[in-house]
Nanobody
Framework: QVQLVESGGGLVQAGGSLRLSCAAS????????MGWYRQAPGKQRELVAD???????NYADSVKGRFTISRDNAKNTVYLQMNTLKSEDTAVYYC???????????????WGQGTLVTVSS
């Protein structure tokens, strides 16, 4: 069984910073991409940022220049450094990954349980 465990959410004032972490564990051969999505109350889940095994990165326009995604392949962990936070960044943040799993290299999408980020204005 594969799982993603997130940490680092919390309450912060507007203009502040937070760092989210997400560690993958369990049985898998490799991780293709890891990323962060978020869902605000009453809104659809949206991509925040993702990073591929080859190093390419995508950001949502709303977070470019403020958020930085990074990955430690040795630790199977992805990070999201969030700076200059705004009230509109308030949401539940979910970690996401696509993995190759045993025994037949089945491609699997995995979600974390979510971590709440609240930005007070």
């Amino acid at each position: 069984q594969v799982q993603l465990v997130e940490s680092g959410g919390g309450l912060v004032q507007a203009g502040g910073s937070l760092r989210l972490s997400c560690a993958a564990s369990g049985s898998f051969f490799s991780i293709n991409d890891m990323g962060w999505y978020r869902q605000a109350p009453g809104k659809q889940r949206e991509l925040v940022a993702d990073i591929f095994s080859g190093g390419s990165i995508n950001y949502a326009d709303s977070v470019k220049g403020r958020f930085t995604i990074s990955r430690d392949n040795a630790k199977n962990t992805v990070y999201l450094q969030m700076n200059t936070l705004k009230s509109e960044d308030t949401a539940v943040y979910y970690c996401n990954a696509h993995m190759s799993t045993p025994p037949l290299y089945k491609y699997l999408e995995v979600w974390g349980q979510g971590t709440l980020v609240t930005v007070s204005s």
